[in-house]
């Protein structure tokens, strides 16, 4: 009875961008190999013939073990890596290479240390050719949503890890991308800032129906933020579970989703792919 009455909840309220029938991110048989066998080390088939096509609106999120392909997955999304085999596209385009329509913010926020948060946040729209007056109105507003509008004129070394990360979040932002891909952007924060941003990109979410590809290392991070949940094997790199998550969709989502039944039955499923095979800490 728990479960029904949160159900109804979950399904009725904070409901999500409409996800469109367009591709916003389509990779067909894509197969990536690091190295060309000139330079030291041999190759390495880093993802073998992976199939994902990520519909606009979707917030993805991409588990996996260490070394399993997930970052280089995300490069080829970006255009930072062209496929070995097969195609990546972009709203069923040919990818155009490196774009500041597409988003990226990583683990580390690699601001540029120089440039105060305000002038970070406008580089890329310099790149995109914005006039002054403009560049300034934009990423005025984009650091008030991620309120960080105080710290405007500071530098990167006078932030806190969490702003750091909001002033990449806005950087990644402020261009108005369609489509943002974020590499374990929150690992590196405590619990609290991490909570925090974690609502702040939800609520992005919901208010912008952007495409959000989110890659984590933590089960929960992805079943909180997630409307789809993907685990990565490595060997090469591939899709091993690929399911929707309406855990992700209540009003106060964190709250509901944790005593939602199927959190925790979900949690599990995550935890043991991700296992090594044959390992289970029960035993
Ligand atoms: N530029 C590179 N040249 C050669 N090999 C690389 C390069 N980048 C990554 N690799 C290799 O590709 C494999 C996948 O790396 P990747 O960074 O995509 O993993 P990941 O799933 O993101 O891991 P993590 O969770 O630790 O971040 C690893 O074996 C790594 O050593
Ligand atoms: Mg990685």
């Known amino acids: 009875m728990i ?57 993805v999120c991409i588990l996996g073990p260490s070394g399993c392909g997930k970052t280089s997955l995300l490069k080829l999304v970006a255009g930072y890596e062209k496929p070995t085999e097969g195609e990546v596209k972009l709203y069923d385009q040919p990818h155009p290479g490196p774009n500041p329509k597409v988003g990226v913010v990583f683990q580390h926020a690699n ?5 105060s948060v305000n002038r970070n946040v406008q580089f890329g729209l310099k790149m995109l050719g914005l006039k002054r007056a ?43 991308p369609a489509l943002l891909l974020m590499d374990e952007p929150f690992a590196a924060l405590d619990a609290i800032t991490r909570e925090s941003l974690q609502y702040l990109l ?30 990565m094997k490595g060997g090469p790199g591939r899709i091993e579970i690929d399911m929707p ?22 949690r599990e499923q995550l935890l043991k792919a991700l296992r090594p095979a044959g390992q289970s800490w029960q035993d």
């Open 3 to 59: 479960e029904a009455a949160i159900d109804d909840e979950i399904w009725k309220s904070g409901e999500p961008c409409e996800e469109s029938s367009r591709d916003a991110v389509a990779l067909n048989s894509v197969s990536l190999r690091y190295g060309n066998g000139k330079a030291a080390g041999s190759p390495t088939d880093v993802l073998g013939s992976v199939q994902l096509h990520i519909r606009e609106g979707e917030f």
């Open 111 to 115: 601001l540029f240390p120089w440039l």
């Open 134 to 176: 403009e560049r300034s109105h934009i990423a005025a507003e984009t650091l008030n949503q991620v309120g960080l509008s105080a710290a405007a004129s500071l530098l990167p070394h006078q932030l806190s890890g969490g702003m750091k990360q909001r002033a990449a979040i806005a950087r990644a932002l402020a261009a108005n």
């Open 202 to 231: 939800r609520k992005l979410w919901l208010e912008t129906g952007k495409t959000i590809v989110f890659i984590t290392h933590d089960v929960e991070e992805a079943l909180l933020l997630g409307s789809r949940l993907i685990v």
């Open 245 to 266: 998550n309406r855990l992700n969709r209540a009003s106060e989502p964190f709250a509901f989703a944790r005593q939602h039944l199927r959190y925790g039955e979900t």
